[in-house]
């Protein structure tokens, strides 16, 4: 996976915008108004996920590229470095279950919204 294909794969989903809150270095994706991910725009080297606490301590004993979140809150996210193993595949589902943990966690009404974007748009 390249940059423009995490880039591409996190703007299908309903509701993300993309900012650079952080400076112009750092590319982040919000559903909500929430961050679900994060990369550096230059070297794509990593990617920052959210992910539930049980599974991020399987996740990062199952695969050497897969370690705390850089910067984050190391209980709730990962850090899945790129080009070291990582499949797209993976990738997807990990980009999915981070989108979903903070939609999950949006008020009620911005859910439904979510949802009913989602309707109209199949």
């Known amino acids: 996976m390249?940059?423009?294909?995490?880039?591409?794969?996190?703007?299908?989903?309903?509701?993300?915008?993309?900012?650079?809150?952080?400076?112009?270095?750092?590319?982040?994706?919000?559903?909500?108004?929430?961050?679900?991910?994060?990369?550096?725009?230059?070297?794509?080297?990593?990617?920052?996920?959210?992910?539930?606490?049980e599974r991020a301590q399987e996740l990062r004993e199952q695969y050497d590229y897969v370690l705390p979140g850089y910067h984050m809150n190391k209980k709730h996210w990962n850090t899945v470095l790129i080009g070291t193993g990582a499949s797209v595949g993976l990738l997807r589902e990990l980009i999915d279950h981070s989108y979903d943990l903070v939609r999950a966690s949006l008020p009620r009404k911005q859910r439904e919204e979510l949802a009913e974007a989602e309707n109209q748009a199949e």
Do not use: H, M, Q, W
């Open 2 to 53: 390249n940059i423009e294909e995490f880039r591409d794969y996190c703007l299908l989903k309903a509701g993300v915008t993309e900012e650079t809150p952080f400076g112009p270095e750092t590319l982040v994706f919000k559903v909500g108004g929430k961050v679900f991910a994060l990369t550096d725009i230059d070297t794509f080297g990593s990617i920052n996920l959210k992910c539930d606490p």
